[in-house]
T-cell receptor, first 115, second 117 residues
């Protein structure tokens, strides 16, 4: 089945630094990838839709200058959390679709802790 | 307003019994898709089952079936013969728009299922 790899799985960083999270589709080409954020015991909240070769579309309330998304190829999208604050600590999970009609396949998520 | 509602924060079921997880949705789009995902404590999201708005029959995948009641806008997940490994969070999700437009998924609040031995 379709595999999405997300790296790193866990990261701890200091306030004010930036963190990059990678999302790769390993065995298929993903023209669209989605980035979600999840707080403990809560639902997945869509942050942005990442389209290969174009600017990401951010959901209302998501700061695009803080959460930089780059989708440079059909198999790689990156989310960079800039100038991280403790309130950015969360579980970030990416997803990708191999064809427009197939279900989303998710990475294993990245647990970010900002100290 | 919530587009996807899961009213059961937590559910318990005895091993080998069946359990129904509720999901209601709200959309004015005639074309949409409904999904169920399982999220174990490790965090990964596992796709379980899909139902398209125009599908005539309820979707089934092994022990999972989707009780799709379009007029009531409900898409309940039924897990038959529960196993200990079914203990996890379960999310209902909806994609608005036609299948071939690859729209985003909106998730419900989730239901935490615990299977008792």
């Amino acid at each position: 089945g379709a595999v999405v790899s997300q790296h790193p799985s866990r990261v701890i960083c200091k306030s004010g630094t930036s963190v990059k999270i990678e999302c790769r589709s390993l065995d298929f080409q993903a023209t669209t990838m989605f980035w979600y954020r999840q707080f403990p015991k809560q639902s997945l909240m869509l942050m942005a839709t990442s389209n290969e070769g174009s600017k990401a579309t951010y959901e209302q309330g998501v700061e695009k200058d803080k959460f930089l998304i780059n989708h440079a190829s059909l198999t790689l999208s990156t989310l960079t959390v800039t100038s991280a604050h403790p309130e950015d600590s969360s579980f970030y999970i990416c997803s990708a679709r191999s064809r427009v009609t197939s279900p989303l396949h998710f990475g294993n998520g990245t647990r970010l802790t900002v100290t | 307003a919530q587009k996807i509602t899961q009213t059961q924060p937590g559910m318990f079921v005895q091993e080998k019994e069946a359990v129904t997880l509720d999901c209601t949705y709200d959309t004015s789009d005639p074309s949409y898709g409904l999904f169920w995902y399982k999220q174990p404590s490790s965090g990964e999201m596992i796709f379980l089952i899909y139902q398209g708005s125009y599908d005539q029959q309820n979707a089934t995948e092994g022990r999972y079936s989707l009780n799709f009641q379009k007029a009531r806008k409900s898409a309940n997940l039924v897990i038959s013969a529960s196993q200990l490994g079914d203990s996890a969070m379960y999310f209902c999700a909806m994609r608005e728009g036609p299948d071939n437009q690859g729209g985003k998924l909106i998730f419900g609040q989730g239901t935490e299922l615990s299977v008792k031995p």
